[in-house]
């Protein structure tokens, strides 16, 4: 069976491994625009990612080239699951969630909140959408009278690129990381600028851990696998009843299939949702490592249309840890 990864996390070297551990049959396929990219290393074939023009054609004929069975997307995941069509005609079954109306609600996080606070309005914290520098400054505004910190980011976007926090007293040239904190004059200039080809939302900074949860819809019921981010490179794989109850709630009002992320911040006690993703998420490694679950195995099974058994394990939590490992490459 020929699996094609396209552009992808890093943590498609992870993926791969775990898939593998569970069929040494497989054959995998990698593309990324970055030819060191690490996981080549744990790729049978390596081969440049297409150029983004006529993307969903030259896919459809490497699927061809190469006889691909499963293609597991990344970069353009939209575009790919909204021509999924296209791939199941040549034989080739597409890894990822491909529900239009789902991803038209899931890739916009305006939309998301705004579909869900209907009903779970518990869950979703105060946001402001903003078309215009006028309506940012206002909000921030707002907020800042009600004793918040601010952020904001981009209502479409992936990994936090756009993400800022408003925070006065910082030295922010002295920090690493620092280009996420930005004072309220450099935010005000960033936007003046911006086009707002993308609206921009606006809340309240959630300071308390983040929690992601990893989750597959399978005939044994909905596997859950919570991972609190503790700082550092620690996390928690906790099985907390109360996340996983919220989780089945947001599962439930969409018709996701196939892996995908939900994440969660704390603020005074209680947990916010911040998005949905559908995918798996970039940390997936540290929860299936800390809890013992083969989720890529369990999603490959899943698509394929095999029994998808597995248990959770009897501890209620267990902390993990990364460290960076180094490889050859060349």
């Known amino acids: ?25 497989i054959r995998i ?25 006529n993307y969903i054609e030259k896919c459809i004929d490497f699927c061809r080239k190469h006889k691909i069975d499963v293609f597991v997307p990344h970069h353009n995941l939209k575009t790919v699951c909204e021509n999924s069509s296209h791939f199941e005609e040549i034989g080739t079954k597409v890894l990822a969630n491909t529900d239009k109306n789902d991803n038209e609600l899931i890739y916009n996080k305006i939309r998301t909140y705004d579909y869900l606070k209907s009903c779970l309005s518990e869950i979703i914290p105060e946001y402001r959408p903003c078309g215009n ?15 918040y910190k601010v952020c904001f980011k981009l209502a479409v976007d992936e990994g936090g690129l756009s993400y800022h926090v408003i925070e006065e007293k910082k030295s922010f040239s002295m920090y690493i990381g620092s280009a996420s904190h930005v004072s309220f004059s450099d935010a005000v200039n960033i ?17 308390q851990p983040e929690i992601s949860v990893d989750c597959l819809k399978t005939d044994s019921g ?20 109360q996340i996983m109850d919220i ?27 911040l998005e949905i993703n559908p995918r798996m998420s970039g940390g997936i490694q540290l929860s299936c490592t800390g809890s013992g679950i083969n989720f890529p195995a369990l999603a490959l099974k899943k698509l394929l249309g095999q029994p998808c058994e597995w248990n959770y394990p009897e501890f209620k939590s267990r902390r993990v840890a990364h460290i960076e490992t180094p490889v050859i490459i060349e």
């Open 1 to 25: 069976m020929n699996i094609w990864f396209n552009h992808w996390f890093s943590t498609a070297y992870h993926i791969i491994n775990y898939m593998r551990e569970a069929d040494e049959n």
């Open 133 to 147: 520098s006028v309506e940012f400054e206002k909000a921030v505004s707002d907020f800042s009278e009600k004793g």
């Open 222 to 241: 909905l596997l859950m696998m919570p991972r609190f981010k503790l700082g550092g490179r620690v996390s928690e794989i906790k099985f907390d009843k």
């Open 247 to 273: 989780t089945e709630s947001i599962s439930d009002k969409f018709n996701l299939e196939m892996p995908y992320n939900v994440q969660y911040r704390f603020y005074d006690g209680k947990p916010y949702l």
């Open 191 to 207: 936007i003046r600028e911006y086009s707002f080809s993308v609206p921009v939302i606006v809340m309240p900074y959630l300071s």
């Open 29 to 53: 396929i990698g593309t990324n625009s970055n030819a060191d990219c690490v996981y080549r290393l744990v790729c049978d074939e390596w081969y440049k990612e297409p150029s983004d023009d």
